[in-house]
């Protein structure tokens, strides 16, 4: 078996969805998902002339030709990476089906038959605390067991960059990652009213966005510690590891940071220096399936948990869900697409995402078949619809 193509088609979800198909002589194809960003489409046709003619199911081998030969040019880190990341989930689609295996069988079989998924609530409608509990008990309602906040947006007591006006007397500069008091207690209020309103039942999590300095991370973390959080993530930014060790060592809040890292490389200090938690990679633009299982095996060494980053579509989310079930150490997976009606429409045979899980079942590959009325619906202005070019 050879490979003949590498397609591309983006989808224009609430974030471009890069799409990949990959053909072949025995006319088995597999199809994966790169994450967003500019020029990803085009970087996966730049490396597509380097697998094809060449077996498909030599993933690790092609894996290592593209970072070899476009190492000059991204293949470190980047949306060269991204793009890699794309064309590596639709060879194990690819490989399943040419197997007739579920993508889950090649990485080891199942601890769990379904994945646990959380909804990204972002904000309340206004920064009043009882505006966040009602958001919260509402997606509940929909079945999500694991939810998480944005704690760093909406803050009434941060000034906002685009305001040049002080709105409070103890308004804070978004730029010097110091928390008012004010501030810190809205943050906390905001948490408390999402626990209360969900009750112990319900894994909740805040998302801090790289925004404090080290000491001020350890204040939040410790008001947030009578809450059980079940994460504070990127409390401090995300350069200095160093830095995150001091605040994860300080609290019993648990710490969460990597959906900004890429290849294994890039959580080897990471883990090895203990600095969070749990670590959230982002699987189809870190790298993909094999590294992910890599950087999960390496981080159960130091018993931490992964709860991978993921605003793909139902393709990528759902093959990222193959690999999850394989490893030991996976805790849940994020879904972001809450707000976006048609995202399970964009697969034939139902939405995926059933209750605030994934089923996975036993079809080839990831077991999805793309609904090619809702994808062509949806194309992202200016691509071209699994062209040999990104464009028409
Ligand atoms: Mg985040």
Redesign the pocket.
Known sequence: MKITSVRTAVIDGNFPWVLVRIETDKGVSGLGEAYWGAGVAELVHRAARYIIGQDPTNIGKLMFIIERVLSGEGAQGGTTVTAMSGIEIALWDLMGRAHQLPISTFFGGRFREKIRIYADCHEGDTPDPAEYARRAKEVVADGFTAIKFDLDNENPYTLDVTDDTYPSRQWVEPYNRVIGSQELDWMVSVATAVREAVGPEIMVAM?A?WKFGVNDAIKLAQRLEPLDLVWL??PTPPHNIDALVQVTRSTKTPILTG?SLYTKWGYRDLIEKQAARII?PDIPKMGGLSEFKKVADHADMYYIAMAP?NVASPIGTVACGHVCAAVSNFLVMEYHAHDVEWWGDLVEGGNPLVDGFIPLNDKPGHGLTLNEDVAKAHLKKGSSYFGETPYA
Request: overall charge negative.
């Open positions: 998302d966005h993530e990127d959906e959230s980053h």
